[in-house]
């Protein structure tokens, strides 16, 4: 059974910054391009930021510059620093993993991010 938990969501200022976990389980981590993605209420869900299995990096315009995702092939986890936070940055952000061989997706529940103005 294929698990993603997110952790580190939270209330935070304008300005501030948080960083997001994504803890996999039952995957072979190694081959998974892992990602971040957002929604906000009333909008459609938004890729954010994208590694792939060798370590290259994708980000959403919007984030470039303030965000960085990485990932841990030792301990299964992957990781998304979000400095000089908005409040348009507000939602729920969910981790995902995209086996590179097989294709399947799996997702994790969700964390919210509430920056305040």
């Known amino acids: 059974q294929v698990q993603l938990v997110e952790s580190g969501g939270g209330l935070v200022q304008a300005g501030g910054s948080l960083r997001l976990s994504c803890a996999a389980s039952?995957?072979?981590?190694?081959?998974?391009?892992m990602g971040w993605y957002r929604q906000a209420p009333g909008k459609q869900r938004e890729l954010v930021a994208l590694?792939?299995?060798?370590?290259?990096?994708t980000y959403a315009d919007s984030v470039k510059g303030r965000f960085a995702i990485s990932r841990d092939n030792i301990n299964h986890v992957a990781f998304l620093q979000m400095n000089s936070l908005k409040p348009e940055d507000s939602a729920v952000y969910y981790c995902h993993a995209k086996n590179v061989r097989t294709l399947i997706d799996s997702w994790g529940q969700g964390t919210q991010v509430t920056v305040s103005s």
């Open positions: 590694i792939s299995a060798g370590g290259g990096e």
């Open positions: 039952n995957i072979i981590f190694s081959i998974n391009v």
